[in-house]
């Protein structure tokens, strides 16, 4: 279970008394808080509270991915990655704003890449990436 299942079922339960229909409610948040996050959905709403925004950290950690879908209007990049402990992350699939939408020009899905993220403005952000042979 994530950190946001687990506050969202804590905040839930807080001066209630748990009914089963609490926890099968807070069961069903988690559901979709997985599905979300499963499903490469162009948002950092797994991220969303406040103690898990990134906060500026200094030096690189590069992490590894796979491309799996690019909006290059929005200058976003989804990536399905592997563990971060920069930021705490498992690994999962989720979008990342580009510093630089010009980083898109040569990628499509399915690449293979490392990239370094940090947080810019609060938000997740890919400062740079390499193509993995
Ligand atoms: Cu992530």
């Known amino acids: 279970m994530n950190v946001d299942a687990r506050r969202i079922i804590g905040n839930y339960g807080k001066g ?4 089963r229909n609490s ?5 069903s948040i988690f559901g ?3 599905a979300f996050q499963a499903g490469a959905a162009d948002s950092h709403m797994h991220h969303a509270s406040k103690e898990a925004k990134p906060a500026a950290t200094a030096g690189a950690a590069w992490a590894e991915g ?4 690019i909006d290059k209007a929005a200058g976003k990049l989804t990536i399905k990655h592997g563990a971060m402990p920069k930021f705490d992350m498992p690994p999962m699939t989720m979008a ?7 980083m898109l020009d040569r990628l499509k ?3 293979k890449i490392k990239f370094d993220v940090d947080g810019v403005g609060g938000e997740f952000t890919v400062l740079r990436l390499e193509k993995l042979k």
């Not at 209630?16 to 009914?19: A, D, E, F, Q, V």
């Not at 990342?96 to 010009?102: E, F, I």
């Open 16 to 19: 209630k008394k748990m009914t």
């Open 23 to 27: 926890v099968l409610i807070a069961v």
């Open 32 to 34: 979709a808080a997985w």
């Open 66 to 69: 796979e491309v799996r879908s």
């Open 96 to 102: 990342y704003r580009v510093k630089d939408k010009a």
């Open 109 to 111: 899905p399915g690449d």
